[in-house]
Structures are given as C-alpha cells and as structure tokens.
T-cell receptor, first 112, second 113 residues
Framework: SQQGEEDPQALSIQEGENATMNCSYK?????LQWYRQNSGRGLVHLIL?????REKHSGRLRVTLDTSKKSSSLLITASRAADTASYFC????????????FGQGTRLTINP | NAGVTQTPKFQVLKTGQSMTLQCAQD?????MYWYRQDPGMGLRLIYY???????DKGEVPNGYNVSRLNKREFSLRLESAAPSQTSVYFC????????????FGSGTRLTVV
C-alpha cells in the first residue's frame, strides 16, 4: 500500500514561477524525503526532513513538514526548464533498516 | 563514477522464461533494495537486504527471488516471467547515515510478452 499520496498528480507552470507539491502520509515517520526523476532515469535524492523539523532549505528547494497533519510540501522557487521532472515523496517509518515507501509522484512541467 | 550499476538496461522475455537482474554498488553501503515502477503507481518495494547475509520481503515479492551475493551485489531473479512483471526495475542502496537517502541505479526496463 502507498504511504504517501501526492497532490497534484501533474503541474504545469511558466519558467520563473514557483512550484508547490504536496504529500500526505498515514503513519508516524522518522523522516520524509523528496526525490526527482527525469524521464527514463533513476531517482535522485533531493532533500530529507526529520520528524522533529518543520522546515528545511536547500538552494531553491524549501520543504515543510507538519506531523500533526501528516503532510509535507516541496516548494521549488524560480523554476527553470531543467526542473521538468517527476517528484516523489518517500517516508521512512522503520526503526531498523531504512525502508522507504514512495508516493505516486507529481509530474512537473516547466514551460519556457 | 561512484554509484549503483544495473544490468541489463533493457530486456524482452517470453512468458515462462527466467532471468536475473544484476545490481552492484561501490559506495560501501550496507543496505540494498529492489523496486518496481509501474505507471501511476510510484515505486513498490519487492525485496531488500538490510545488510550482507540478510534479505527480506517487501510489498510485492511474489514471483521474485533475490540473492545478496556480497556487500556490493544484490541480484533479482524472475524464475518464470509473467506479463504482469512488465515494469521498470530499480535497484538502490543506502548507508548508515539516513541523511543521504537512497542512491538509485538507472533502471532495467523489462517487457514480458
């Protein structure tokens, strides 16, 4: 079963605009991670936010986490054509081995 | 370049044939994983290996077997391929520091006809 559900499923914006993607999950977590997947490629780790953190930044990425609502958001500021990709959230809820459960992803298209 | 290497990149099988997907990592990671990705369904965990010598079932293990050959290598075997196993398969690895998440291979696109 999918732990994370992402919203929207697809998002199309103009270059330079900000893009926001949301992720909801069902159980308590250790951390939540965001990955990017370019068409036909493997996933690339973008950022991790721990359960005791509320916000984290990395370059043009901003991630928030609300554990009371079991939700997270990924904001990409000043989008570029190269940001066109699918974005997945993944939750880490295990004590032992890291075993991620992925959402279905948001397909982001940046129009020039 | 350091990372996760998967072979082959593409494969077409006939129903009932068997094959092994290979995965190797050179980052000295303890844990390795096999996921499948189907349209609209994200990634689903097939099997994982928390450390050398151990393997465990994930969400969708039926029809698959795995072998953790050594710390570097983790293979996925389809004993009798079925059309429902048509998918893109990803191998990933992770180290003790969860901060870095997973490192993924580039995937194997498998078609079973």
């Amino acid at each position: 079963s999918q732990q994370g559900e992402e919203d929207p499923q697809a998002l199309s914006i103009q270059e330079g605009e900000n893009a926001t993607m949301n992720c909801s999950y069902k159980t308590s977590i250790n951390n939540l991670q965001w990955y990017r997947q370019n068409s036909g490629r493997g996933l690339v780790h973008l950022i991790l936010i721990r359960s005791n953190e509320r916000e984290k930044h990395s370059g043009r990425l901003r991630v928030t986490l609300d554990t009371s609502k079991k939700s997270s958001s990924l904001l990409i500021t000043a989008s570029r054509a190269a940001d066109t990709a699918s974005y997945f959230c993944a939750t880490d809820a295990q004590r032992g081995a890291q075993k991620l459960v992925f959402g279905q992803g948001t397909r982001l298209t940046i129009n020039p | 370049n350091a990372g996760v290497t998967q072979t082959p990149k593409f494969q077409v099988l006939k129903t009932g044939q068997s094959m092994t997907l290979q995965c190797a990592q050179d980052m000295n990671h303890n844990s390795m994983y096999w996921y499948r990705q189907d349209p609209g369904m994200g990634l689903r965990l097939i099997y994982y290996s928390a450390s050398e010598g151990t393997t465990d079932k994930g969400e969708v293990p039926n029809g698959y077997n795995v072998s953790r050959l050594n710390k570097r290598e983790f293979s996925l075997r389809l004993e009798s391929a079925a059309p429902s196993q048509t998918s893109v398969y990803f191998c990933a690895s992770s180290g003790r520091d969860r901060s870095y998440g997973y490192t993924f291979g580039s995937g194997t696109r498998l078609t079973v006809v």
